[in-house]
């Protein structure tokens, strides 16, 4: 069992320090040159994208946590548009949505 342990532990060794040496050999390539290779360093967007929330399906929007039997509808909301009156602005309202478009104001989920 120890020698087994041993050759499982210098294997993790060797990997490692594999790793350790390519991580620090680094090129510039073009993004077509790219495929299959790692990034040296993170790379961090310069703004969120898209720039609000948006539904990811068809449903209601709600306000999470707000667990009202019956739900007035004070909107609809479509991709490509948006009900400029649909905001939810108290308990127990809901507005249609379809994929991809926008929450509306006071929304922070979809049912």
């Not at 490692?16 to 991580?23: I, L, M, N, W």
């Not at 077509?32 to 209601?60: N, Q, T, Y």
């Not at 308990?91 to 926008?102: L, V």
Request: proline share 6%.
């Amino acid at each position: 069992m120890e020698e087994a342990l041993d050759r499982v532990l210098s294997h993790a060794r060797e990997v490692f320090e594999d790793q350790q040496r390519g991580a620090q050999a680094t090129e510039e390539v073009s993004v077509h040159e790219c495929v299959g290779c790692v990034l040296a360093k993170d790379v961090a967007a310069p703004a969120d994208f898209p720039d609000r929330p948006l539904s990811i399906m068809d449903g209601f929007a709600v306000k999470a946590g707000d667990e009202s039997a019956v739900y007035t509808v004070v909107g609809e909301n479509r991709a490509g548009r948006v009900d400029p009156g649909a905001r939810l602005t108290a308990k127990a309202q809901a507005c249609y949505i379809t994929t991809g478009s926008p929450l509306p104001p006071g929304a922070d989920a979809v049912v």
